[in-house]
């Protein structure tokens, strides 16, 4: 407990009766990049506003460094939230609009404007004191955003989606530029995001959340290499998920073949969820694979080629740099630790 | 092909009714008949800076500005509420809003004199609670009170327009850095609420300075505004030159104050009615 900032206790929050959160248990440490991650209406901005203030709780507690802050306006908490589209006051100028929290704080105006300099070279926007909001491009008026909470030097820095207005390019420098001040100010950053890439390329630790429940918590790596179910699996990269029964520890049964795996502990004969990554599975003679089939399509990524093969009477996707020609065909194999089993989850079914 | 033609009805609906009276407003304003012949003069609006009449505008832009006044004090808070309230009640609020102005515009008028009057129904429940009568009628109280009780409907509803245009976020964002609801008002949702306001001042001061039948039937003859001065010049006294100048100086007055607003309106980007 010592280290966590924030903790939530069993959180739920109803909306006319359907909940859109169901009791999340989460704690954020000290000076983490913790990004929660999820589709659309999976609860990630719910729970980002009840940390924020601008929900409160249907049950539960929300604690900060030890005391109840569950409702607490937001105004009497020391967090400073980066708002989806941005939220700058179009009647005041960029000056005004980071000097805000600031000057409700009756600061000085010396040091106000000596801080907002300050978080203005920051955010590389030196000379912009003056200008208007609606002057700025959407990239600008994001690091405003940013600045404008930073400014007020939270102990907590909430982003919901802020990148998500911003094109990609200006997007992948953000999310580097973020990751940067997050580490060189050491305030924590809670972040939310329905883009899996940019959770793995920021966070310290990601939250998995689907249809209001937490999946799985965990570093990037660990998220991405052992998923928890197969709801992780599909949503954090690419990956072929079949239904099979594990028929003894290390022997697992998918599409019509017995398969050698590394996982053990389940029941005899448990139906199981088989996760494969793309770039795991790796073509080979007709004549060596495990699965025999054709390719069907090919599409240029860039770095590799996707190949859909049809095998087996399903379609399996594979990541190769070596192309291998519609209608081949071609036998596919996989490594026993490159098979994931899960337990079938019978909300994601 | 652009359909101009769909036009032409309009056009020609304002020649008949806005260019043509307009023309002749401004004929007669600057000419005078005696016998055949007709000449060129300034006298008419001379005219009308003499003290009496310039009493007559002071008195109707005093009232007109009272009552708008009045309008936002009460108005602003009930934009504020119907804003505030949910979906469900909005509609029946706004509903109850607009209700009295499917009525008759003189037959709402004519309501309050049964209200106001000696023995009317407020006098009747003073007495009866042992009180004594109050002179109600055909003062500048009822004056004001017909002016806010016609008028508050354009007062709430453009500043409720703009109320329910504000983004919810910049809100939250105000709270996020530190604002209380009060300062959130002041700093913020006030602020952007501006154009509304001035949209509202406008739609209710205009119609207040330039009224003549709230001051008839409520001034009961006792207050002359401008709109009865101009009416009378017309109706009574058969003066068409100075009732056409003391039109034309309204116009001008309010054209003023409208370039006003507007130009206010213009550097704060949207929101407004015109």
Redesign the interface.
């Known amino acids: 407990m010592a280290d966590h900032l924030i903790n939530l206790i069993n959180v739920s929050k109803e909306y006319n009766g359907t909940k859109a959160i169901k009791n999340i248990n989460l704690y954020v440490r000290k000076n983490e990049f913790i990004t929660l991650l999820g589709p659309s209406g999976c609860g990630k901005t719910t729970t980002l506003r009840i940390i924020g203030g601008f929900e409160y709780p249907t049950d539960g507690q929300v604690l900060f460094e030890g005391t109840d802050l569950t409702v607490l306006p937001p105004y009497r908490r020391k967090i400073n939230t980066v708002f989806q589209k941005y939220a700058l006051f179009p009647h005041m100028n960029v000056f005004e609009n980071i000097a805000f929290g600031l000057k409700i704080k009756k600061i000085e105006p010396k040091i106000i404007a000596e801080k907002v300099g300050r978080i203005l070279e920051l955010v590389c926007l030196s000379g912009y004191e003056k200008r208007s909001i609606n002057s700025l491009s959407g990239g600008q008026q994001q690091r405003i955003a940013i600045a404008r909470a930073l400014v007020n030097e939270p102990e907590i820095l909430l982003l919901d989606e802020p990148l998500g207005a911003l094109d990609l390019q200006l997007r992948k420098d953000m999310q580097l530029e973020l990751k940067a001040m997050q580490q060189r100010l050491g305030i924590t950053f809670i972040y939310v995001t329905h883009d899996q890439e940019e959770a793995l390329t920021m966070s310290d630790t990601i939250v998995v959340m689907n249809k209001g429940q937490i999946q799985q918590i965990g570093t990037p790596v660990d998220i991405y290499n052992e998923p928890k179910n197969a709801f992780v699996a599909g949503f954090i990269g690419e990956s072929n998920i079949v239904s099979g029964i594990m028929l003894e520890d290390f022997l697992v049964e998918f599409a019509g073949c017995k398969v050698p795996c590394s996982d053990q502990g389940f029941a005899t004969n448990e139906p199981v969820d088989v996760v494969i990554r793309p770039e795991d599975l790796k073509i080979v003679d007709e004549t060596e694979g495990i699965f025999k089939g054709s390719v069907k399509y090919v599409t240029f990524k860039g770095v590799h080629y996707e190949m859909i093969v049809e095998a087996h009477g399903m379609d399996w996707m594979i990541h190769s740099t070596r192309l291998r020609p519609a209608g081949m065909k071609v036998g596919l194999k996989v490594d026993p630790y490159d098979i994931h089993i899960m337990k079938k989850v019978a909300a994601n079914a | 092909m652009r359909k101009t033609w769909l036009a032409y009805p309009y056009t020609l609906w304002m020649l008949l009714f806005t260019v043509i009276p307009m023309g002749l407003l401004i004929y007669f304003s600057f000419t005078t008949n005696s016998g055949t012949n007709t000449a060129l003069t300034w006298t008419h609006f001379q005219r009308f800076f003499e003290p009496i009449y310039l009493k007559v505008l002071l008195r109707s832009i005093t009232l007109a500005a009272i009552s708008t006044v009045i309008c936002l004090l009460i108005g602003y808070p009930a934009a504020m509420i119907l804003n505030g309230s949910s979906l469900k009640y909005k509609n029946t609020m706004i509903t109850l809003l607009v209700l009295p102005m499917w009525m008759n515009f003189l037959l709402r008028t004519y309501a309050w004199l049964t209200l106001l009057e000696r023995k009317g129904i407020i006098n009747s429940l003073l007495v009866a609670i042992g009180l004594n009568r109050l002179d109600l009628l055909y003062n500048e109280f009822a004056v004001i009170l017909g002016m806010v009780y016609n008028f508050i409907p354009f007062m709430i509803l453009p500043i409720y327009s703009v109320l329910n245009k504000i983004?919810r976020?910049?809100i939250?964002?105000?709270?996020?850095?530190?604002?209380?609801p009060v300062?959130t008002f002041i700093?913020?949702i006030f602020?952007?609420s501006l154009p509304g306001v001035l949209s509202g001042i406008t739609m209710v001061f205009m119609p207040a300075v330039t009224t003549f039948v709230i001051s008839r039937l409520l001034g009961g003859g006792q207050i002359t505004l401008i709109g009865d001065l101009i009416e009378q010049q017309f109706l009574l006294v058969g003066d068409w030159n100075f009732g056409s100048a003391i039109s034309l100086v309204m116009i001008v007055i309010i054209l003023i104050t409208m370039g006003f607003t507007s130009k206010y309106e213009r550097e704060?980007?949207g929101g407004g009615l015109w």
């Open positions: 983004d976020s910049l939250e964002a105000a709270e996020d850095l530190g604002a209380n300062i700093k913020v602020p952007l704060q980007t």
